[in-house]
C-alpha cells in the first residue's frame, strides 16, 4: 500500500503480494520527495529517489529502480537483502511562474522466489509560491470644490509568497514610480504622493496600474486601481442692469446710460468685458461672489422724438478661484436693456396724434313719424279778426296729455307739431309766432271794450268785412 507522505517525502509501502508461498514478507519501502518545497516561482526543484527492501522482508528483492516523467529511468540489479537500499538518484527541474511542479514515477523491485514483481506507483507535487500584489492609492479630500487640491497617495504590497523584484506603478494624474530591488513576500513600498488640482467639472479618477517582475522568469505580475474624487461643481452667474437719464429728455440733448453688473454665482468671475449700442464698451475688474461692478457710464446725443433704447452685453471667459489656480469654464454672460423717452425740443411743436370720431348710425324713425332729415318751414302770417263777441269765458280745466300705449311709439297730438333733431329750433319759433298774435287779438278787443263807440267800431268793423 502507499504510506502517507511525511515532510517532503513521498513513501510507498509494498502489501505482501499473493502467491503460492504465503509465509514470504515482500515489504518494499519507497522514498520520493522534491525539493524545496514549495518553491519560488522559476526555482529549481531537485527530485530524489530511492528503493529499499524493508527489514521486515524474509526474502531478497532484486531490479529495483524507477521510471519517472520527469527524471527518467534507473535499475538497480541486485539482489537487495531485507534492510538493503538502492543508492539515491536526483534530477533538477525549474519551476514556473505560476501553479506547481509535479513528477509522475513509478517504482518497481522482482522477488526472485516467488517469481513476481512489486509495483508503487507515485506522482510528486511541489507547490510553486503565489505572487501577488496588492496597490491601494486614495485621493483626498474626496469631495473637492474647483480648483482645489487633491493630494493622491499611491502605495504597492506584495501580498503573496513568493519574491519578486522591480515594483512600480504607471498614474494617469501623477508621475510613475519604480523601485528597482528586491521585493520580498509581505513586502511594500513606501507611500508615494502627488497633488493634482480639481478642474471646473468631474469626478477626478486616477487611473493606476501597479506591477512587479517574477525573477528568474521575466514574468510580470499586475494589478489596478482607480480611486475617484467628486468634484462639486461652481455656479458662476452674473446679472446686468441698464438704466438711462435724465428719463424724459429733450431731442437733441445727452443722456447718459449707466450699466451695473452682479456678481450672482458662487465664484470669483473674471475675464469680464461689456458692450452696448452707442457705447465703446470695455473690460471690467473681476467680481468676487455678490459683489457689484463700478457703475460704468457712457453719454450720448439723443435724436429725434421717440423712446430710444440703448442694449448692454456683458460676458466672462472663465472664472478663478482666489489663492489657487485658475479653473476654466465656459463663458457665462448677461444682456440688458434700457430705455428712455425723447421729447421734442424746446419750441418744437408737440406731435399730435390723430384721433378717430366713431361713426354713429342714425336711428329709424317709428312708421307716421316726420323723416329725422325733415326741417319745418315758417308759419304763415295770422291776421288778427274783430268780432263783437262778448269778451270770452274762463278758460275750462285743461285736458291731460295724452299717454301713449304701452309699447308703442308716442306720435303727434292732432293739432301738434312733431320734430327731431335740427326741426325743433323750428318749431319752437312758429309756435312763438302764433303765441304773439294772440296777445295782439286780445288786446284789441280789450280797447274795442272800453271805447263809447265800441260796439259801432265792431260792427263797422264787421260790415267792412
Known amino acids: 500500500m502507499l504510506a502517507a507522505a511525511v515532510g517532503a517525502c513521498l513513501c510507498g509501502l509494498a502489501v505482501p503480494a499473493q502467491g503460492a508461498d504465503d509465509d514470504v514478507v515482500r515489504d518494499f519501502y519507497t522514498t520520493y520527495y522534491g525539493y524545496p518545497n514549495p518553491v519560488e516561482p522559476g526555482g529549481t526543484v531537485t527530485w530524489y529517489m530511492s528503493g529499499k527492501n524493508a527489514e521486515v522482508s524474509t526474502t531478497a528483492l532484486t531490479n529495483i529502480g524507477w521510471s519517472s516523467d520527469v527524471c527518467g529511468d534507473a535499475a538497480y540489479a541486485g539482489p537487495f537483502a531485507p534492510g538493503e537500499e538502492t543508492p539515491t538518484g536526483t534530477c533538477a527541474v525549474t519551476a514556473p511562474a505560476f501553479g506547481e511542479v509535479t513528477n509522475a514515477t513509478t517504482f518497481r523491485a522482482d522477488v526472485p522466489e516467488i517469481g513476481q514483481t512489486l509495483v508503487v506507483p507515485l506522482v510528486g507535487h511541489v507547490p510553486v509560491l503565489s505572487t501577488s500584489i496588492t496597490g491601494s492609492v486614495h485621493g483626498e479630500p474626496s469631495t473637492v470644490r474647483p480648483g482645489e487640491q487633491i493630494v493622491w497617495t499611491t502605495r504597492l504590497e506584495n501580498t503573496g509568497g513568493a519574491r519578486l523584484v522591480g515594483p512600480g506603478w504607471e498614474s494617469t494624474l501623477c508621475p510613475g514610480h519604480d523601485e528597482?530591488?528586491?521585493?520580498?513576500?509581505?513586502?511594500?513600498?513606501?507611500?508615494?504622493?502627488?497633488?493634482?488640482?480639481?478642474?471646473?467639472?468631474?469626478?477626478?479618477?486616477?487611473?493606476?496600474?501597479?506591477?512587479?517582475?517574477?525573477?528568474?522568469?521575466?514574468?510580470?505580475?499586475?494589478?489596478?486601481?482607480?480611486?475617484?474624487?467628486?468634484?462639486?461643481?461652481?455656479?458662476?452667474?452674473?446679472?446686468?442692469?441698464?438704466?438711462?437719464?435724465?428719463?424724459?429728455?429733450?431731442?437733441?440733448?445727452?443722456?447718459?446710460?449707466?450699466?451695473?453688473?452682479?456678481?450672482?454665482?458662487?465664484?470669483?468671475?473674471?475675464?469680464?468685458?461689456?458692450?452696448?449700442?452707442?457705447?465703446?464698451?470695455?473690460?471690467?475688474?473681476?467680481?468676487?461672489?455678490?459683489?457689484?461692478?463700478?457703475?460704468?457710464?457712457?453719454?450720448?446725443?439723443?435724436?429725434?422724438?421717440?423712446?430710444?433704447?440703448?442694449?448692454?452685453?456683458?460676458?466672462?471667459?472663465?472664472?478663478?478661484?482666489?489663492?489657487?489656480?485658475?479653473?476654466?469654464?465656459?463663458?457665462v454672460s448677461a444682456s440688458a436693456t434700457g430705455s428712455v423717452v425723447v421729447e421734442p425740443a424746446v419750441g418744437e411743436p408737440t406731435p399730435t396724434t390723430p384721433t378717430t370720431t366713431p361713426t354713429t348710425t342714425p336711428t329709424v324713425a317709428p312708421t307716421g313719424s316726420p323723416s329725422p332729415s325733415w326741417t319745418p318751414t315758417s308759419s304763415p302770417a295770422v291776421t288778427p279778426t274783430t268780432t263783437a263777441t262778448p269778451a270770452p269765458a274762463a278758460p275750462g280745466p285743461t285736458s291731460p296729455p295724452r299717454q301713449p300705449a304701452p309699447g308703442s311709439t308716442a306720435g303727434p297730438a292732432p293739432g301738434e307739431l312733431s320734430a327731431t333733431g335740427g326741426d325743433a329750433t323750428s318749431l319752437a319759433v312758429g309756435t312763438l309766432l302764433l303765441l304773439l298774435a294772440g296777445i295782439g287779438v286780445l288786446a284789441s278787443r280789450r280797447r274795442l271794450a272800453a271805447s263809447p263807440d265800441g260796439a259801432t267800431a265792431s260792427a263797422r268793423s264787421v260790415r267792412r268785412r
Open 180 to 331: 528597482p530591488g528586491p521585493f520580498p513576500a509581505g513586502a511594500s513600498t513606501a507611500e508615494v504622493t502627488c497633488t493634482t488640482v480639481a478642474p471646473a467639472r468631474g469626478p477626478v479618477t486616477d487611473a493606476v496600474t501597479f506591477s512587479a517582475t517574477v525573477p528568474g522568469t521575466g514574468d510580470v505580475v499586475r494589478t489596478t486601481a482607480s480611486p475617484t474624487v467628486e468634484v462639486v461643481p461652481f455656479s458662476p452667474a452674473i446679472a446686468l442692469s441698464v438704466a438711462g437719464s435724465p428719463d424724459p429728455v429733450r431731442a437733441g440733448a445727452d443722456v447718459t446710460w449707466t450699466l451695473r453688473v452682479t456678481n450672482t454665482g458662487d465664484v470669483v468671475v473674471g475675464g469680464l468685458s461689456w458692450s452696448g449700442s452707442g457705447c465703446a464698451g470695455g473690460a471690467l475688474d473681476d467680481l468676487a461672489p455678490g459683489a457689484d461692478s463700478a457703475l460704468l457710464t457712457c453719454t450720448v446725443t439723443v435724436p429725434a422724438p421717440g423712446l430710444v433704447r440703448a442694449a448692454a452685453a456683458v460676458f466672462s471667459t472663465q472664472f478663478r478661484v482666489d489663492g489657487r489656480a485658475d479653473v476654466t469654464q465656459e463663458a
